[in-house]
């Protein structure tokens, strides 16, 4: 079972200045231009939360080319100072996590709108996801600023949640608890405040669980906020465009999943009909093996199963189920003889070179009188044929452009039985994705 760490145990609390000692547990970056009379305050009382969290840490201040004494402050203060290299907030987020030598970075803003109080409730929450939230619209949370700003924010918030279908309240809080090294391998691309959406999306997608913790939003101290929802306003839309492309690709973690309720009628008929079909066929038939499982529900949902797949991320997504997975290759799958009862292989022989090789494996680990359940298009039919083409047009980011092995009925029929497997049914799905359910002599 893949087991990717979600945590680094703390050693002793120490404060790491200026240059030193490499391997501490948390980062603080902190964007700030001209933010010197925040910065008084702030250092201050955040090197105090900071010395009862029993962990070592460094504090960095990623200077926007401030014209006051904010890098005076930073320093006098123990704080490292960072020069973002390229205007915009997303460019001294992205500077943050480059300089970041801890194994977790904490983001917030200078101006105290962030209470730094909050963050050993932060800290707690650490080992149960890759990001952590501050979130101001969660139950518990609040925020307390102009209306005008309020409304704005809840409308930017509520749009990116419904259009990606994201579960989450806040989405362009920038007061966060990362996993250096998941957002470090982020291909980032925003420059403004929209990255807090890019990187929470990209988070997601590849399948790192995400929580939200109510959090109390204040005014800023001193001095006037950068954020504009509306200069900014081209920003968004483009990130949201790509965040849409991203979250209905098969680059989401939970793609699989998300079709079975997706809003593209056809889509999510199709899903739930393999989804009953291949249920009906091996639920209760003893251990069973998901091979290609993806973040499917089947797997979601059927008892003694195992996943198998060799994309990690969507193997990551699904252990939010508790259920067992492990990476790999249907070339050579990493069990024993006649392990398991049933073999579930759907939507999987399509994408793998032609030849006997899955097939002769899938019958290893099969029982004597073992089930294997195959389901592929069936690119005989022409239906099919018409629908793949619809399909690669109106959803380019799907799985009709991956599909190197055309099956037919006759040939896949050909095939099994040469390797010695009993036909027992062949069922079609609308018509043209073809399921057999074999038998293991």
Request: net charge positive; glycine share 8%; proline share 5%.
């Amino acid at each position: 079972m893949i087991q990717a760490p979600l945590s680094v145990e703390p050693s002793s609390s120490q404060a790491l200045e200026g240059g030193g000692e490499v391997g501490l547990d948390l980062t603080v970056a902190i964007p700030a231009i001209n933010e010197a009379a925040n910065l008084v305050s702030l250092l201050p009382r955040l090197r105090a939360i900071l010395a009862k969290l029993e962990c070592r840490y460094e504090i960095v201040i990623v200077d926007g080319h401030s014209t006051d004494e904010t890098a005076a402050v930073a320093e006098a203060n123990g704080a490292r100072v960072a020069y973002q290299q390229a205007p915009g907030y997303g460019e001294a987020i992205r500077e943050a996590i480059g300089q970041a030598r801890g194994s977790y970075v904490l983001t917030l803003d200078a101006d105290l709108s962030h209470d730094p109080s909050f963050i050993p409730t932060m800290w707690a929450r650490r080992r149960e996801a890759a990001l952590v939230i501050a979130s101001r619209y969660v139950a518990g949370g609040d925020a307390r600023m102009p209306w005008t700003r309020y409304l704005l924010s809840r409308v930017l918030n509520a749009t990116f949640g419904r259009a990606l279908s994201l579960p989450f309240r806040d989405l362009s809080s920038g007061y966060r608890l990362y996993r250096t090294d998941v957002v470090r391998g982020l291909p980032l691309k925003s420059r403004d405040f929209d990255i807090n959406q890019e990187m929470l999306v990209r988070v997601v997608a590849e399948g790192w669980p995400v929580v939200e913790v109510p959090f109390v939003y204040e005014p800023r101290n001193h001095g006037s906020s950068k954020a504009r929802l509306l200069k900014f306003g081209k920003s968004y839309l483009r990130t949201l465009g790509a965040m849409w492309r991203l979250r209905n690709s098969i680059q989401a973690a939970d793609y699989d999943e998300r079709a079975s309720s997706s809003l593209i009628l056809p889509q999510r008929e199709w899903q739930r009909a393999r989804y009953r079909l291949i249920m009906g066929l091996v639920q209760g038939h003893g251990r069973i093996l998901d091979v290609g499982c993806g973040s499917s529900r089947i797997l979601r949902d059927l008892e003694n199963c195992v996943g198998f797949d060799i994309v990690r991320r969507k193997l990551r997504y699904m252990r939010r189920y508790d259920k067992p997975v492990v990476e790999g290759t249907a070339f050579a799958l990493p069990f024993s003889d006649a392990a398991f009862d049933s073999v579930v292989c759907s939507e999987v022989i399509e994408h793998i070179p032609e030849g006997p090789e899955p097939f002769l494996e899938m019958r290893r680990v099969l029982k004597p009188g073992g089930l294997l359940v195959l389901g592929t298009p069936d690119y005989g039919r022409r239906l099919w044929r018409i629908i793949e083409r619809v399909y690669e047009r109106t959803v380019p980011g799907g799985y009709a452009a991956e599909h190197t092995t055309h099956y037919t009925q006759q040939s896949l029929t050909e095939l099994v039985q040469g390797l010695g497997f009993r036909v027992e049914s062949v069922s079609y799905i609308f018509g043209c994705e073809l399921v057999m359910s074999l038998r293991r002599p």
